[in-house]
C-alpha cells in the first residue's frame, strides 16, 4: 500500500466528489401560442419530471394529441416533403387524451412535436420545464424537424437568420404548420424563398428543414454555438466552484455575444426549493502584478451590455472564445444543502439568437477528508529574568519540593520567528453532521462492496484492491494501535474556529519523546527496573492543543472561488508539559495551515468493537 498523499488513483478521487450527486433545480416557463388543429412545437425547456398525464388530462383540456418526433438514423421517408407524417409509424411517439396506453409518457427538451388543439380560437400553452442548451442530430438524407432557439421579443425572419450560412440560405426547404386539419396542401406548408425575409423564425415554434443540396451537413442554429458542461448546463453542485463555456463563430462576420443572469420561475409541486440565484463571477484577464485572475460579477438583473464577448470569424484566432464562471461560495448565505439556481442567457448583438440554459449550485457544507499542512513560523519564547542581590548575585527562594530556587521577577514568552519554518501534515475528517476529527492516519480505499470508503484500519478495506488504496499519515501526532481520532470542539469551515486535544502519557513508550525504552536514563524506571516513575523524573505528560482559524478567502477571483475545497489560516498550539507536582510549563507554536478537501466521503468507517 502506498503511504503517499499525493498520488491518489484518479478513479477514487472522482468516486468520492460525485457521491453527493448532481442536482438539477432550474425552471422556466415557455410559451406556446396554439392554434385550432395541428401545431408544430419546439420545447426549449424539458418537462421530464412529470408524466405527459400529469401536466396534460387537467391543466390542459384542449389538447388532444401530442406526437413527439423520434426519428431513427435515416429520415429518408420525407425525401421531397413532411406529407406523408400523418399518421403515427415508428418515427413518432404518440400520447392521446382518449387512449389507454401510451407510447409518449414525457415531454422531454430540444425535441420537436406536433400538438393537435381542439378549442376554436388561439390557446397560450405554459410548459414549465428546465432551460437546455441547443443539442440537435441533423440528417443529410432528408428533413429535420426542429426548432432554433430565436428571441422571444423581435425574433429574425428566415432570411436574416440564414444569411450567416449563405449555402444553407440558397439551398433551404422549410415547410411550417399553420394549423388546421393535416392535408397535403395547407397543412403543413412550405415556405419559398420569396418569403423568407417575411416569414418569422419563432422561438418554441418546429419546422420541417433541409438543405437540397446533396449531402450538405449542416449544424446551424444561430451565429454564435454555446458549448456548455451538458444541454443541462451548470452544475456546481456542493463542491464545485468553477465552470467553463465555449462560445464558437459559426459564421464568417465578426459577433458579439452577451451573457445575463435571469431568477428561476416558479418550482414546480413536489420540487425542490431555490433560495435564490447564485452568486456568479465572469472570470477576466490576469492582473499584470500579481498574475491573478481578475473578474466581474455577474448578478440577476444586469443589463446584457455588462458582459459581452467578441469573437473574430470563423476560423480565426479568437473565433473560439472560453468563458469561465466561478461560484462566490462565501456569498451563499443559506444552511447546507439548500439550493441555488438560475438561467443563464447567451445573445448576439444581431439578434438572431437566444440561448439558454440552467446554472444550479447547493450551498456547500465541509463535509469529507481534508488533508494539508501546517506550517509553524513563530514559537513563543521562555525567557526568564533574575533579580540580583546588592553584591550583584540572584536572589534565591524557597521550592516546596526541596531546593533553592532562584528568584524570578519576569517571564517574557512573546512570539518571535524561528530560523527555518516546521510543516506538520494535518488529516481532519468533518462528518456529515460537520463534526470534525483529527486522525494521526487514514486509509482511503475500496471496500468488499467496491464502494469508497474512509478508515482508521486497513482491515476495513478489500485486500484485493490495496493496490489502489491509500494510506495517510501525519508522523507528528502520538501513534496508537487503534487510531481513535481526537474529537474537535467547534467546526471546520470559514468563519468557524476548530480545536483539538490531544494528550500524551508521559510513559507511553510509541510516541511519548522524553522516553527511550532500552535506554536506562530515560525509560521511565527506577534503578531496580521495577517501578514506574513519577511525572516529572523522566517523562513528562504532554498536552497539546491545537486551534485552527480559517480566514476569508482572498477578493480576487481564485479566492472566492476555492472556499468549497481549499481552506487557509492561522494555526495555533500550545504544548502544556506537566511534571511532578503541580509543577507545568506552556510553550506556544504559530503558523499558517492550508487543507484542501481530497474527499467528500461523510463517514470515517471505524473497526468493529
Same mark, same amino acid.
Given at each position: 500500500?502506498?503511504?503517499? $498523499? @499525493? ?99 414525457? #415531454? ?23 432551460? +437546455? ?12 424537424? @426542429? ?21 444553407? +440560405? ?18 403543413? $406548408? ?45 452544475? *456546481? ?21 452577451? #451573457?445575463? +443572469?435571469?431568477?428561476?420561475?416558479? $418550482? ?17 484577464? =490576469? ?5 491573478? *485572475? ?26 473560439? $472564445? ?60 521562555? #525567557? ?35 530560523? =527555518? ?31 469508497? @470508503? ?24 502520538? *501513534? ?20 483539538? @486535544? ?26 531496580? *527496573? ?13 498536552? =497539546? ?65
Amino acid at each position: 500500500m502506498n503511504s503517499s $498523499v @499525493i498520488r491518489f488513483r484518479p478513479l477514487l478521487l472522482v468516486l468520492a466528489l460525485l457521491s453527493g450527486g448532481l442536482v438539477r433545480a432550474q425552471w422556466q416557463t415557455q410559451t406556446v401560442t396554439l392554434t385550432p388543429g395541428w401545431n408544430a412545437v419546439f420545447l426549449h425547456v424539458d418537462a421530464s419530471y412529470a408524466t405527459m398525464d400529469s401536466l396534460l388530462l387537467t391543466n390542459t383540456p384542449n389538447i388532444a394529441e401530442v406526437w413527439r418526433w423520434s426519428p431513427a438514423t435515416s429520415t429518408a421517408q420525407f425525401q421531397t416533403s413532411p406529407q406523408q407524417s400523418t399518421v403515427p409509424n415508428s418515427q413518432w411517439l404518440v400520447w392521446d387524451r382518449t387512449a389507454a396506453a401510451h407510447t409518449l409518457a414525457q #415531454l422531454t427538451g430540444n425535441a420537436a412535436y406536433l400538438v393537435r388543439m381542439t378549442n376554436t380560437t388561439p390557446y397560450s400553452w405554459k410548459i414549465t420545464g428546465r432551460p +437546455l442548451a441547443p443539442r440537435y442530430q441533423w440528417m443529410t438524407d432528408g428533413l429535420n424537424f @426542429i426548432g432554433f432557439p430565436t428571441p422571444d421579443v423581435a425574433a429574425p425572419n428566415f432570411f436574416n437568420f440564414l444569411t450567416p450560412v449563405g449555402t444553407f +440560405l440558397t439551398t433551404a426547404q422549410v415547410y411550417y404548420y399553420p394549423g388546421g386539419d393535416l392535408n397535403p396542401d395547407t397543412n403543413p $406548408v412550405r415556405v419559398y424563398p420569396p418569403l423568407f425575409s417575411t416569414t418569422v423564425v419563432k422561438r418554441g415554434t418546429a419546422y420541417w428543414i433541409r438543405s437540397t443540396l446533396e449531402g450538405y451537413y449542416n449544424r446551424y442554429y444561430g451565429p454564435v454555438e454555446v458549448v456548455a458542461p451538458s444541454d443541462a448546463g451548470i452544475d *456546481f453542485s456542493n463542491s464545485r466552484s468553477t465552470a467553463s463555456i465555449r462560445l464558437k463563430n459559426s459564421t464568417d462576420q465578426n459577433q458579439t455575444i452577451s #451573457l445575463s +443572469l435571469l431568477a428561476s420561475t416558479a $418550482v414546480p409541486a413536489g420540487q425542490t426549493a431555490i433560495t435564490g440565484t447564485p452568486p456568479l463571477l465572469v472570470r477576466g484577464p =490576469r492582473n499584470s502584478i500579481d498574475l491573478s *485572475f481578475t473578474h466581474t460579477v455577474l448578478t440577476a438583473g444586469q443589463a446584457p451590455s455588462a458582459h459581452k464577448f467578441s469573437l473574430t470569424p470563423k476560423g480565426t484566432p479568437g473565433s473560439d $472564445v472560453e468563458v469561465v464562471l466561478g461560484l462566490n461560495r462565501t456569498a451563499m448565505a443559506g444552511s447546507p444543502g439548500q439550493t441555488f439556481a438560475g438561467i443563464l442567457r447567451f445573445a448576439d448583438s444581431g439578434g438572431l439568437s437566444q440561448i439558454e440554459f440552467g446554472v444550479v449550485a447547493q450551498v456547500a457544507d465541509t463535509t469529507g477528508l481534508w488533508v494539508g499542512n501546517a506550517t509553524i513560523s513563530q514559537v513563543g519564547q521562555y #525567557l526568564v529574568t533574575y533579580p540580583k542581590d546588592g553584591n550583584g548575585k540572584p536572589i534565591l527562594g524557597t521550592n516546596t519540593l526541596g531546593g533553592t530556587p532562584y528568584v524570578a521577577s519576569a517571564t517574557n514568552t512573546s512570539m518571535t520567528d524561528v530560523a =527555518r519554518s516546521v510543516p506538520l501534515r494535518l488529516i481532519v475528517h468533518n462528518d456529515g453532521s460537520q463534526k470534525a476529527r483529527l486522525i494521526q492516519r487514514v486509509y482511503y480505499g475500496l471496500d468488499v462492496a467496491k464502494t469508497p @470508503i474512509l478508515g482508521t484500519q486497513e482491515s476495513l478495506l478489500d485486500s484485493a484492491n490495496l493496490n489502489s488504496a491509500r494510506r495517510i499519515s501525519a508522523v507528528h501526532l502520538p *501513534f496508537s494501535h487503534a487510531n481513535a481520532p481526537w474529537m474537535g470542539t467547534g467546526t471546520l469551515g470559514i468563519g468557524t474556529n476548530v480545536s483539538f @486535544i490531544v494528550p500524551l502519557d508521559a510513559n507511553e513508550h510509541a510516541s511519548n519523546p522524553f522516553l527511550h525504552t532500552f535506554h536506562p536514563d530515560h525509560d521511565n524506571l527506577d534503578p531496580t *527496573f521495577k517501578q514506574q516513575n513519577l511525572r516529572g523524573v523522566e517523562s513528562y505528560d504532554v498536552t =497539546r492543543q491545537i486551534n485552527l482559524q480559517p480566514t476569508a478567502p482572498g477578493t480576487n477571483f481564485a479566492g472566492l472561488t476555492a472556499s468549497s475545497s481549499t481552506l487557509t489560516g492561522t494555526y495555533r498550539e500550545t504544548m502544556t508539559f506537566l511534571g511532578l507536582g503541580s509543577n507545568r510549563r506552556d510553550l506556544s507554536l504559530q503558523g499558517t495551515f492550508s487543507l484542501t478537501r481530497i474527499a467528500t466521503i461523510p463517514t470515517l468507517s471505524l473497526p468493529p468493537p
